[in-house]
């Protein structure tokens, strides 16, 4: 099966800028999330989404961070502006029902400067 | 105050020294606890997911266990293959469907020829 699709790979911004990171989950997976990872630390959970409804944001940002999941499948997360410290790999996951751990995908790198 | 911590952060064997990484937790209600690994540039790999004290889980060279603190990652003969950081996570018993996991740092494992 194909895994979680994330573009882009890399980003570089300016502080104050915006930008967007975009993930496509396995197919049929109903369960998606966005995880921000910062060097030398693990994945934190930002959002996650069951269809198209959130679940839990309550690590969210959400004077700068928004993210949605139209329709239930594809999602798109936004940060607006970005400041030094969002420097990180944003990690996208999903999973069905399987208790056996979450599919990643390979993340975007984003550095701000 | 940190919920799940990871001993030690870096960790350099020989190859075919046997090895435990640690990862000890504080929740109020485990309802599993996942052991994932993460090479350079890529997202989190799922190994294993332990729910109840005592359980163990084996896949090649390693072996999860769990006891009521903390879980063990056991790994038998590594191979310079087996380099990469082992990520430990959390997730608790929450209401509303929220199944997030919460990670420690990691462990960063080198094996050397």
């Known amino acids: 099966e194909a895994g979680v699709a994330q573009s882009p790979r890399y980003k570089i911004i300016e502080k104050r800028q915006s930008v967007a990171f975009w993930c496509n989950p396995i197919?049929?997976?109903?369960?998606l999330y966005w995880y921000q990872q910062i060097l030398g630390q693990g994945p934190k959970l930002l959002i996650q989404?069951?269809?198209?409804?959130?679940?839990?944001d309550s690590q969210l940002p959400k004077d700068r961070f928004s993210a949605e999941r139209l329709k239930g499948v594809d999602s798109t997360l936004k940060i607006q502006p970005a400041k030094l410290e969002d420097s990180a790999v944003y990690l996208c996951?999903?999973?069905?029902?399987?208790?056996?751990?979450?599919?990643f995908g390979s993340g975007t790198r984003l550095t701000v400067v | 105050e940190d919920q799940v911590t990871q001993s030690p952060e870096a960790l350099r064997l020989q190859e075919g020294e046997s090895s435990s990484l640690n990862c000890s937790y504080t929740?109020?209600?485990?309802?599993?606890l996942f052991w994932y690994r993460q090479d350079p540039g890529k997202g989190p790999e799922f190994l294993f997911t332990?729910?109840?004290a005592g359980e163990e889980k084996e896949k090649e060279r390693l072996k999860a266990t769990l006891t009521k603190k903390e879980s063990f990652l056991h790994i038998t003969a590594p191979k310079p293959e087996d380099s990469a950081t082992y990520l430990c996570?959390?997730?608790?018993?929450?209401?509303?469907?929220?199944?997030?996991?919460?990670f420690g740092k990691g462990t960063h494992l080198i094996i050397q020829p």
């Open positions: 996951a999903s999973s069905s029902d399987n208790p056996n751990g979450y599919t």
């Open positions: 197919s049929g997976h109903a369960t």
């Open positions: 989404f069951q269809n198209n409804g959130v679940v839990d």
């Open positions: 929740v109020s209600g485990l309802r599993g």
């Open positions: 332990l729910y109840s």
């Open positions: 996570a959390v997730q608790e018993w929450a209401g509303g469907g929220a199944d997030g996991l919460t």
